[in-house]
């Protein structure tokens, strides 16, 4: 058993579907993501993973610390990147199963500050609260995959992120994204994690949580992000790569621009991934927004966001891969 979202892509009377592009223009955007990876390149700042660029067809200036990727290598990572994706749950029965045209909901991640539900008031979240926030998001229904809710604000922030997982497998049955911020939290998560798991035979076969690989715009791949993505293929942990633009401040003002440089950043990870592990399944992921000129600040809910998320969707359908979209 697993759980299935809905399926408004296919040819049928029922559901809504937003057709955002032409196959013919999907290929020019792609045609222009393959410039940018050859002409202009990526910063990568990880030792680790220069040498892995570097050693597979890539040319690296150590001056600049610019990476840029031949189309074929970036070509063989989308063959290579598993079109669909089985995001296992402790309890099995809660698997979801991310796949071409179907649809499911994730609460947004991870928020520094709350509404008590007692007094209304705004404060910092704590250890509690992101219990009870688990809680509440596996009893959900309409929930398909938890996301870490809360940012637990009484302990050290640079290993909150334990704490985070910890919550996770004591009140959640279903597959969990977590935001990891080093190697050394990831190994822990990751041992934690074989113990639910049953050993790491059980894990493997079943992982029961994923991370998340944020490019920074413009174009830059941070050593933390890099040496987590490559740590995270070795152990088998499954991976979403989530570039999170700003359009108007980090990308360009114009969306179709915008989407290319998105477009970039995400290939040129998903090489990396599939380097070291053939097959790692790796999900698309998007997190990039649009910029109030008048606070500077990322306007959620806006009808371009909306756009750009759609536009994501079908890119990632494109390329065939799953995707994860966000919301307004």
């Known amino acids: 058993m697993a759980i299935r979202g809905i399926h408004p892509g296919l040819n049928q009377t029922a559901g809504i579907g937003l057709k955002m592009f032409s196959d013919d223009e999907l290929e020019k955007i792609h045609l222009a993501t393959l410039d940018v990876l050859w002409n202009v390149g990526v910063k990568v700042e990880s030792p680790q993973a220069v040498q892995i660029f570097d050693g597979s067809g890539c040319t690296f200036n150590k001056h600049s610390g610019i990476v840029k990727i031949p189309a074929h290598l970036v070509e063989d990572a989308i063959r290579s990147c598993p079109p669909t994706f089985r995001a296992c749950g402790r309890d099995a029965s809660k698997d979801f199963v ?81 935001g990891i911020n080093s190697v050394e939290n990831l190994r822990t998560c990751y041992e934690m994690a074989k113990t639910v798991a049953g050993g790491a ?34 152990l088998g942990i499954p991976l979403k ?13 114009n969306l179709a621009g915008t989407l290319v440089t998105h477009n970039a950043e995400i290939l040129s990870m998903m090489v990396l991934g599939q380097l070291v592990k053939k ?50």
């Open 279 to 328: 097959g790692h399944p790796m999900v698309y992921g998007t997190s990039t927004a649009i910029m109030d000129l008048k606070t500077a600040l990322a306007s959620i809910g806006c009808p371009e966001l909306g756009l750009f998320s759609a536009a994501i969707a079908k890119l990632a359908q494109f390329y065939q891969m799953p995707t994860w979209v966000a919301g307004g």
């Open 98 to 178: 991310c796949e071409r045209d179907r649809v499911g909901f994730v609460n947004f991640g991870e928020a520094p500050r709350m509404i008590d539900p007692e007094t209304r008031t705004l404060r910092k979240p704590k250890r509690k609260d992101v219990d009870q926030a688990t809680r509440f998001l596996d009893a959900l229904d309409q929930i398909s995959v938890f996301e870490r809710p809360l940012t637990p604000s009484d302990m050290n922030q640079n290993i909150a992120c334990l704490y985070n997982i910890k919550s996770f497998f004591e009140n959640c049955t279903k597959h969990g994204y977590i």
């Open 241 to 253: 790569i989530n570039a999170m633009g700003l359009a108007g401040g980090t990308t360009c003002v």
């Open 201 to 234: 035979d059980k894990f493997r076969e079943r992982p029961i949580f994923s991370t998340t690989c944020d490019p920074i715009s413009p174009l830059l791949h941070s050593q933390e992000a890099c040496d987590i993505l490559i740590e995270s293929c070795n």
